[in-house]
T-cell receptor, first 113, second 111 residues
Framework: EAGVAQSPRYKIIEKRQSVAFWCNPI?????LYWYQQILGQGPKLLIQ????????DSQLPKDRFSAERLKGVDSTLKIQPAKLEDSAVYLC???????????FGPGTRLTVL | LAKTTQPISMDSYEGQEVNITCSHN???????ITWYQQFPSQGPRFIIQ???TKVTNEVASLFIPADRKSSTLSLPRVSLSDTAVYYC????????????FGTGTRLTVIP
């Protein structure tokens, strides 16, 4: 069974630039999550989708972050404009339903200079 | 805002049992506790999940006491390959803002 795919694996940008991350969840998984993991900390949930609807985006900085999950499959997370404090690993995960086991992708390491 | 705390680090010798505790508050009877393992440059990997008393699988046990103010992950006989960071995740079944990872515990297994 293929796992959660994410791209790119690494991204370096300058502050005020924009960036987008892509996630392809495990086939059939209705729930998709985006997390931000700052070095040395636990993952922080940014947004949770159930199919193509948003379940929880209470910790998403909506002035600069946006996410969508068209057709209830793939998802993209965008940051515009980026700030230095956005430097982190962005993890995507999927599960059949909540609160079942989440399967995580390898993450995208973002460095903002 | 819910807060989930863990010890920052633990050391253990190979073959020993390791218990890692996660402290949390306001856990309802149907809120879930899940534990994940994370190696460097990888996403977290599921270990075990439960919402009451004791759950056991082939690699670990999870204990949730009656007061539900903490939970404990027990790794029966650790090996060098268990060196990793361990996170508890609290999933609240009601309300928004309902998924919280703990601060993480770095386990180092010593030969």
């Amino acid at each position: 069974e293929a796992g959660v795919a994410q791209s790119p694996r690494y991204k370096i940008i300058e502050k005020r630039q924009s960036v987008a991350f892509w996630c392809n969840p495990i086939s059939g998984h209705a729930t998709l999550y985006w997390y931000q993991q700052i070095l040395g900390q636990g993952p922080k949930l940014l947004i949770q989708f159930q199919n193509n609807g948003v379940v929880d985006d209470s910790q998403l900085p909506k002035d600069r972050f946006s996410a969508e999950r068209l057709k209830g499959v793939d998802s993209t997370l965008k940051i515009q404009p980026a700030k230095l404090e956005d430097s982190a690993v962005y993890l995507c995960a999927s599960s059949l339903v909540t609160p079942n086991e989440q399967f995580f992708g390898p993450g995208t390491r973002l460095t903002v200079l | 805002l819910a807060k989930t705390t863990q010890p920052i680090s633990m050391d253990s010798y190979e073959g020993q049992e390791v218990n890692i505790t996660c402290s949390h508050n306001n856990i309802a009877t149907n809120d879930y506790i899940t534990w994940y393992q994370q190696f460097p440059s990888q996403g977290p990997r599921f270990i075990i999940q439960g919402y009451k008393t004791k759950v056991t699988n082939e690699v670990a046990s999870l204990f949730i006491p009656a007061d539900r103010k903490s939970s404990t992950l027990s790794l029966p006989r650790v090996s060098l390959s268990d060196t990793a960071v361990y996170y508890c995740l609290v999933t609240y079944q009601t309300g928004a803002n309902n998924l919280f990872f703990g601060t993480g515990t770095r386990l180092t297994v010593i030969p």
